[in-house]
């Protein structure tokens, strides 16, 4: 098991991900991997191919707006409908949809993505993500976090 | 895609980071008015973020400006510091750095050409769709890619963020065993570099020439970690002199600052590289350029996949070079007492020139920062390419329009964090 965490801590909320990570920490139980990226795809897909199950978390918007909502997929993540690609920038679904196409999915993959309000640059997550931090680190056990 | 406890969302509504950076053209009657690329620049918040802390924390935190090119900031910083200090760093020391460097040349022209430039040429929309139309050949990327990653993991200590730089040098140094299983896949990755460079050199280019100033370091070796800056016209400065040659002003459209080169329009990265030192490959990539018909310096933007291929296999062969005469140094680093002082550090990030620029007072605290990324000195004749190509195709719609500005665009492999992501177009005309 890989628990991926993705974004990075010096945009407040896009740290999310990487804030779960430093929570697992001290608890990880043997045989689980702890990582953090910066969501360009194919990093993700190296870190998870061969995986029995990968976790990921990441700090989304959303329209409507709910900060900290956390919302969960099980192995169905959809391409970000663009179809294309702008900068580096193809996003958690484009990056499994690559995976798909080149057999390097991880067996079952859980996608943990908590809604974030403020991304502009600065350490600090806001209140409602750092609970939905706190709450999204004591859901991912090897067994509380099932395929 | 579901959603478990509510209701369905759509990706596209669902965005880690968006709307930072846009595209705006105005033609009139035909004719491109104005062409403005507004992108996010985030070394001005860490120039600030800097201010007040220890001299030795820059290669870390500014390793975190972007995910794509670590290694550039660390090696910009620590020069930068080391300069300041009145230390230089060399020998086994410098060539591991060097290495390192080597790693994240391939791990990001890799990426660039395989999965984010080579689609555009080939007619697919993304990397996902050439993926499926020719899986194999996106493999081989992803295997070249790799490459480049077990360099940083091994030397970096991870390969996002690499944590085992320091001013002065490493925190450990690898044996000479370690190095040894990573030379096999280098040996390989040098099959797969040479194959990319032939591929590339077969795609259709469009007929365009640019004029921008070409601004790179250059020294006995093709840079990557130092070295004295040059044009390929010629003018030639050392890096404590980048500030009086390149100035940054700030324009209205964009936070990100424009900077010219003596008052010209100019272009960092592969292109200028390649123009101010393509005598300084090694015979196996210069005879790859010579195969793919780049035949000394090259104006054309869209054949800059050509370089960021030969500079692949320029930096498998160095990296090779260096394991093969590596013997671990006395020392991991190497002392950097702190006094006051200002440094400048200049290295090749795999986008261009990144320099860095430090005042430290005597306890060694960092009074003033200064931070010149490749992309933001590559905007302006981001800009003029765009128009170029605007103008050229005046009877493209919107979308077709997009997507040309797009390949515009990525011809100089912006970076995410340093510059554009998700570019929004507006375009207006009459």
């Known amino acids: ?147 | 895609m579901t959603h478990q406890r509510d209701r369905t969302l759509t990706v596209g509504a669902l965005a880690r980071v968006e709307g930072e950076g846009a595209l705006y053209v105005r033609t009139r009657g035909g004719a491109v008015e104005d062409v403005r690329l507004n992108i996010y620049e985030p070394p001005r918040f860490f120039e600030a973020f800097l201010r007040g802390r220890a001299y030795t924390e820059p290669p870390d935190i500014t390793a975190r400006i972007c995910g794509i090119c670590p290694v550039a900031y660390q090696m910009s910083a620590c020069q930068a510091i080391e300069d300041a200090c009145g230390v230089r760093v060399e020998g086994t020391l410098n060539e591991l750095r060097r290495l390192l460097y080597c790693g994240e040349w391939i791990e990001s022209h890799a990426l660039h050409i395989y999965l984010l430039h080579a689609p555009d040429f080939l007619g697919y929309p993304s990397a996902l769709h050439l993926a499926r139309a020719h899986k194999p050949l996106v493999e081989r990327g992803l295997a070249l890619k790799k490459a480049g990653n077990a360099l940083l993991e091994l030397l970096g200590g991870r390969a996002i963020h690499p944590i085992n730089v320091k001013v002065g040098g490493f925190y450990r140094v690898p044996a000479r065993a370690e190095l040894e299983p990573i030379a096999d896949t280098l040996r390989a990755a040098l099959d797969d570099a040479l194959a990319t460079v032939e591929w590339v050199a077969g795609f259709d280019f469009p007929d365009v020439t640019h004029d921008h100033a070409y601004l790179a370091l250059t020294g006995d070796r093709y840079p990557l970690e130092g070295g004295t800056l040059r044009t390929d016209d010629g003018v030639a400065f050392p890096a404590e002199r980048f500030g009086d040659h390149v100035v940054e002003s700030q324009v209205p459209h964009s936070t990100a600052l424009h900077a010219t080169l003596d008052g010209r329009r100019h272009l960092t990265g592969p292109l200028a590289r390649y123009a101010v030192n393509h005598e300084r490959l090694t015979p196996v990539a210069a005879g790859a350029a010579r195969a793919a018909g780049l035949d000394g310096p090259c104006r054309n933007p869209f054949r800059s996949i050509i370089v960021r291929a030969v500079e692949v296999v320029y930096a498998v062969e160095e990296a090779l070079r260096i394991i093969d005469a590596y013997a671990p140094p006395p020392a991991p680093a190497v002392p950097v007492p702190a006094r006051a002082g200002v440094g400048h550090g200049v290295t090749e990030a795999p986008r261009g020139v990144l320099y860095h620029r430090y005042e430290l007072d005597a306890d060694g605290l960092i009074a003033d920062a200064r931070i010149v990324p490749p992309t933001a000195q590559n905007q302006s004749a981001i800009e003029e390419d765009m128009r170029q190509v605007v103008t050229a195709n005046p009877d493209l719609d919107d979308a077709a329009l997009t997507a040309v500005c797009e390949r515009a665009i990525r011809n100089h492999d912006p970076c995410i964090s340093c510059a554009a992501h998700f570019l929004d177009l507006t375009v207006d005309r009459r």
Not at chain 1, 4 to 29: C, E, M, N, Q, S
Not at chain 1, 68 to 81: K, L, N, P, S, T
Not at chain 1, 102 to 109: G, N, S, V, Y
């Open chain 1, 1 to 147: 098991m890989i628990v991926i965490g993705v974004g990075t801590p010096f945009r407040h909320d896009d740290g999310a991900g990487p804030a779960v990570v430093d929570a697992l920490r001290d608890r990880t139980p043997p045989g689980v991997t702890l990582a953090v990226t910066d969501g360009e795809p194919a990093r993700l897909i190296e870190l998870w191919a061969g995986a029995d199950l990968a976790v990921v978390v990441d700090a989304v918007r959303a329209d409507p707006p709910r900060p900290g909502r956390v919302h969960e997929f099980h192995d169905a993540v959809a391409d970000d409908g663009h179809g294309h690609v702008t900068g580096h920038g193809l996003g958690l679904g484009a990056a499994v949809e690559l995976a798909r196409a080149l057999d390097r999915m991880p067996a079952h993959l859980h996608v943990y993505a908590i809604e974030g309000t403020d991304f502009s640059l600065g350490l600090g997550l806001t209140p409602p993500v750092a609970a939905s931090v706190r709450r999204v680190a004591d859901l991912i056990t090897p067994d509380g976090a099932p395929p």
